[in-house]
């Protein structure tokens, strides 16, 4: 199945690492005002999801469904579990990062929720990628010369760090 992208509305000040991200056969899951992202991100919105209240509805005609302003979840988790919902496996979160404090939290929640679904999922922006990784192996790569891994939801175990020293700096 293709992976499904949810555009959030969070700034991006360069939209190069996230075009290089993409892959031809992505979803494009667009929520309210990560629409002011599509034309720069090159990415044809599959579904839009909002409560309108950050960006005016497009009438597109593509699939949209419209929210209530007063919810339990942000339109981005809302986004998350349709796209459950329809069965996909595979996540990669933009403009989830940055921007309002409260809604970059919610996204972690919402990658904590969709590892525990047992799903796999990256936010991405122009600095860092996130990922939760509970339970399989990762490497992080060689491009990454610097890295954390932090215990968001309880304790960590079996971790195994190897090969990774900062680097030596001439004096």
């Given at each position: 199945?293709?992976?499904c992208v949810?555009?959030?509305?969070a700034p991006m000040a360069d939209y190069g690492r996230a075009r290089a991200a993409l892959r031809p056969d992505d979803f494009g899951l667009y929520c309210d005002g990560g629409l002011r992202h599509a034309?720069?991100?090159?990415?044809?919105?599959?579904?839009?999801v909002g409560d309108f209240d950050s960006w005016q509805d497009p009438h597109l005609?593509?699939?949209?469904?419209?929210?209530p302003r007063e919810k339990d979840d942000t339109d981005t988790?809302?986004?998350?579990?349709?796209a459950l919902r329809r069965g996909f496996e595979e996540f990669l979160l933009l403009g989830t990062l940055g921007g309002r404090l409260d809604h970059t939290l919610a996204n972690v929640g919402l990658l904590l929720m969709l590892d525990g679904a047992g799903k796999q999922a990256l936010a991405l922006d122009e600095f860092s990628e996130l990922e939760i990784v509970s339970r399989r192996a990762v490497t992080v790569p060689e491009r990454w010369p610097w890295f954390s891994l932090?215990?968001?939801d309880?304790?960590?175990s079996g971790v195994c760090i190897r090969n990774a020293k900062y680097p030596l700096q001439d004096a």
């Open positions: 199945m293709t992976r949810i555009v959030g509305g034309q720069a991100l090159g990415l044809k919105p599959g579904l839009i005609p593509v699939e949209t469904l419209t929210l988790v809302f986004a998350a579990k349709e932090l215990s968001v309880g304790p960590a």
